[in-house]
């Protein structure tokens, strides 16, 4: 869903770090291949991820939610040299455009794929993060930040996706809705939790940034 005019979403993009090729031909491939392409970050937001990462400059990440790589290449521009990323996904249809990208780039011996459930691999990464971008299967937001939760170094960020939902967590859920529904939860936990101070933008489908204290 776009929350601002075309005109002012162009004017963003043309006035915004540009896309580097790699990240072009993965956008192109993904839209090309992928059933559902517009779950990509895109140019705009993987920018945004990008220049987050850079000001952290964090050692470890982790990231819920592959699906083709985009991300993942964005937010390891900002790693330390002898940083790590982890990204995690539960589709290995998606493995080969994964590691075709992630092979081609010069952080592929800092990312590490994993094909699985979430909640079963985050526990047995032996890491503390500096960095976390939850961008998964909505329903169990709330339980993937209890699983990171206390695995995050202090100061560390927690950046949460599709949190506005195309606008649908400002109304009165369907009771079928269960992904609406886990997103008004997930959106008051992070108001609310007292380990962490939060900030949400209107940045594409609404990106939370949530920092440890």
Known sequence: MDFLPKKIDQYVLEHSQSEPKLLQELNKET???ALVPRMLSGHFQGRVLSILSKLIQPKSILEVGTYTGYSALCLAEGLKKNGALHTIDHNEELGDLQHK?????KYKNQIKTYIGEALNIIPKINEKFDLVFIDADKENYINYFHAIIDKMNTGGVILSDNVLW????????????????????YNKLLKNDPRIETVLLPIRDGLTISRVK
């Open 101 to 105: 990208y992630i092979n081609a780039s």
């Open 31 to 33: 839209w090309q291949k």
């Open 166 to 185: 195309s606008g649908k967590v400002t109304e009165t859920p369907n009771p079928k809705d269960k992904d609406t529904i886990a997103l008004i939860e």
